[in-house]
C-alpha cells in the first residue's frame, strides 16, 4: 500500500513528507484494520509541510504515517474484539496511547495524558507501527481499545465518511465553545482565525444561541473563508488587514454584550484585541498555538477579572454530542470541504491549504482501487465514494 509518512534523523530532525510504499498493518488479537475512506488535512499537519533534511550524514528513520483525521470501515477484527465487527463504518478520535495512570487518564482526558501518542500525527512507528489516515489502511492498537473504548465511534446512517473524518476540529470547537466558556444565549462571541476550527467555533456559537457572532480574520480570507463563514453562521466578517479590530467588534457587539472571545488564529496581537475589547468578567479561551513571547501587559486580567483559558483537544462528552449535531444537520460540513483529492495528488492538497485557497482538503485512497484487498474484501462500485 501507498502511504504519506514523515521521517526522522538520528538527532531527531524531523523531515518533510514522503510518499512511499509500506506493508500493510498486521492484526494483532487486540487489533482492528480499517479500510480508509477519507481522511483531511490539519493544520497540524502543515507544519512539516516545508521541512527537509539536507544534511545526508544523518542517518533517516521512519517516523509516522501522517493523517489524524479520518474515517473507514472495518474489516479485520482480532480475535480477542467482541464489541467491534467487519463490515462497521467508524470514525477515529486518532487515539493511539496512553499510559492509563496520570490524573488526566482518570479523568479520561487520554487526550491530555502526557504519555500519550496520535495516529498520525507523533513519531511513534517504531511503537505501534505508527498507523495514521494518509494510507490505504490503519491498525487501531487494541492497548488503547482496553484502556479508551471510544478511541473509535460508529458513523450514523445518512453521515458520510468525508463527513466524520473532520469530526476532530468539530468536537475541539465544541469542548473550546460549549464546554469551557461560560457563554448564554442572547450573548455575543467573536472568533479569530478563519481555519476549521475558527469556522466550527462559529457554528457552535450558532447553535448555542449567540446573537452576533463576529469572525475576524485578513485580507487573505476574503474570497474563499469569509463567504463560508457567513454561510455557516457568522453575522459579520472583520478585516484585520484593514480595518481596526477591537473599534469595529464593539460597535457590532456593545462592550456588555461581548462576553467571550475564541482565539484560533494564535497571533499575539490576537490575543491583545481579544483582552482588549471583553467586558469585564470576559473570557478568551485560546484554541490556536503561537510561539512568540507576549509583547504587551496582561494586567488587564486581573483589573476587569477576565480569565484566559486553554483549550486542547476534547472528550468523549465532545464526540458522543457532536456526532448527534453532524447527524441532526446543526453541524455543517459540506460548505468547508473545498478540494476531493486522491491521495496520489497530496502536494496539490497541502499547496492549497498553504496558499488558503482551501478549508478542508479531504483525500481518499487512490490506488490499486479495484483490487482484491489484502484483507480479504471486494472493492464495490461504490467502495470509494464520499
Known amino acids: 500500500m501507498k502511504a504519506l509518512t514523515r521521517y526522522c534523523s538520528d538527532q531527531g530532525e524531523f523531515g518533510g513528507y514522503h510518499y512511499i510504499d509500506l506493508e500493510a498493518p498486521v492484526c494483532g488479537p487486540d487489533d482492528i484494520i480499517i479500510k480508509l475512506k477519507a481522511a483531511a488535512i490539519c493544520g497540524a499537519d502543515m507544519k512539516h509541510w516545508y521541512a527537509d533534511l539536507n544534511n545526508e550524514n544523518h542517518s533517516q528513520e521512519l517516523d509516522s504515517i501522517r493523517g489524524h483525521e479520518f474515517s473507514g ?18 470514525v477515529s478520535d486518532n487515539s493511539g496511547q496512553a499510559c492509563g495512570k496520570c490524573p488526566a487518564c482518570e479523568r479520561g482526558d487520554f487526550m491530555l495524558c502526557e504519555h500519550r501518542s496520535g495516529l498520525g500525527l507523533d513519531h511513534n512507528y517504531k511503537v505501534f507501527g505508527g498507523s495514521g489516515g494518509f494510507t490505504k489502511y490503519a491498525k487501531i492498537p487494541g492497548g488503547i481499545l482496553k484502556l479508551h473504548p471510544h478511541a473509535i465511534w460508529e458513523i450514523p446512517e445518512g453521515v458520510k465518511y468525508e463527513e466524520a473524518a473532520v469530526l476532530d476540529p468539530i ?40 446573537v452576533n457572532i463576529v469572525m475576524v480574520g485578513l485580507q487573505e480570507d476574503v474570497e474563499t473563508r469569509f463567504p463560508i463563514a457567513r454561510q455557516v453562521g457568522a453575522t459579520h466578517c472583520v478585516n484585520g488587514s484593514k480595518e ?81 449535531l453532524l447527524k441532526s444537520g446543526a453541524v455543517q460540513v459540506q460548505p468547508m470541504i473545498t478540494h476531493r483529492l486522491g491521495l496520489s495528488q497530496w502536494k496539490e492538497g497541502f499547496k492549497a491549504m498553504a496558499d488558503k485557497s ?19 474484501e471486494e472493492a464495490t462500485p461504490n467502495d470509494y465514494e464520499f
Not at 482480532?78 to 463490515?87: A, F, L, T
Not at 457563554?183 to 476550527?197: M, R, S, W
Open 244 to 324: 481596526d479590530v477591537v473599534k469595529r467588534c464593539l460597535e457590532i457587539c456593545g462592550r456588555d454584550n461581548l462576553g467571550l472571545v475564541i482565539e484560533c488564529s494564535g497571533a499575539n496581537i490576537a490575543m491583545k484585541q481579544a483582552l482588549e475589547m471583553l467586558r469585564p468578567n470576559g473570557e478568551v479561551v485560546r484554541v490556536g498555538m503561537g510561539f512568540k513571547p507576549l509583547e504587551f501587559s496582561i494586567n488587564n486580567i486581573t483589573e476587569m477579572n477576565k480569565s484566559i483559558i486553554g483549550h486542547q483537544a476534547y472528550d468523549s462528552t465532545s464526540w458522543r454530542e457532536c456526532i448527534r
Open 358 to 376: 482551501a478549508v478542508k482538503v479531504i483525500f481518499h485512497y487512490d490506488e490499486d482501487d479495484k483490487d482484491v484487498a489484502e484483507y480479504g
Open 73 to 90: 470501515v472495518i474489516v479485520k477484527v482480532g480475535e480477542n474484539v467482541k464489541d467491534w465487527k467487519v463490515g462497521q463504518r467508524v
Open 171 to 210: 468536537a475541539n470547537a465544541y469542548k473550546a465553545v460549549a464546554q469551557q466558556s461560560s457563554l448564554l444565549p442572547g450573548q455575543d462571541v467573536v472568533v479569530f482565525g478563519t481555519g476549521p476550527l475558527g469556522l466550527f467555533s462559529v457554528q457552535i456559537a450558532r447553535i448555542m444561541g449567540a
